[in-house]
């Protein structure tokens, strides 16, 4: 699964689901596609999934309520683990990803 525009880009390996561009969706409607793929992995049932957000240079409000959603949804099912790589060139990651542990503190953080 893929979803390409000029601004961003997401797809899934596997159970991985990577991020890369500017992510500047208004509103949850706007962020619906990007969820269905992210639920489409979970629904998979995968022992883990991994959000790849290295390569994510800019995520707006929604997109970041869009991620806490998503995690609270995860950790509903305890037999599925999560895996957020972030990277440390990218000041927000290392701000807001910390707020997803909060969230589930089973999901395993790594910043870069």
């Given at each position: 699964?893929?979803?390409?525009?000029?601004d961003?880009?997401?797809w899934t390996?596997?159970?991985?689901i990577?991020?890369e561009?500017?992510m500047?969706l208004?509103g949850?409607?706007?962020?619906?596609p990007?969820?269905e793929?992210?639920?489409?992995v979970?629904?998979s049932?995968p022992d883990?999934?991994t959000?790849?957000?290295t390569?994510?240079e800019f995520?707006n409000?929604?997109?970041?309520?869009?991620?806490?959603?998503?995690?609270?949804?995860?950790r509903?099912?305890?037999?599925v683990?999560?895996?957020v790589?972030?990277?440390?060139?990218?000041?927000?990651?290392?701000?807001?990803?910390?707020?997803?542990?909060?969230?589930?503190?089973?999901?395993?953080l790594?910043?870069?």
């Open positions: 699964m893929e979803i390409s525009t000029n961003y880009r997401v390996e596997g159970a991985s990577h991020y561009g500017t500047r208004s949850t409607e706007a962020y619906a990007i969820l793929i992210m639920n489409s979970l629904g049932k883990l999934i959000l790849d957000l390569g994510l995520l409000s929604s997109g970041i309520n869009l991620f806490a959603k998503f995690t609270i949804e995860i509903k099912q305890p037999e683990g999560v895996r790589l972030g990277s440390k060139s990218i000041p927000w990651q290392s701000k807001s990803l910390r707020n997803l542990q909060r969230l589930h503190p089973a999901l395993e790594t910043i870069s």
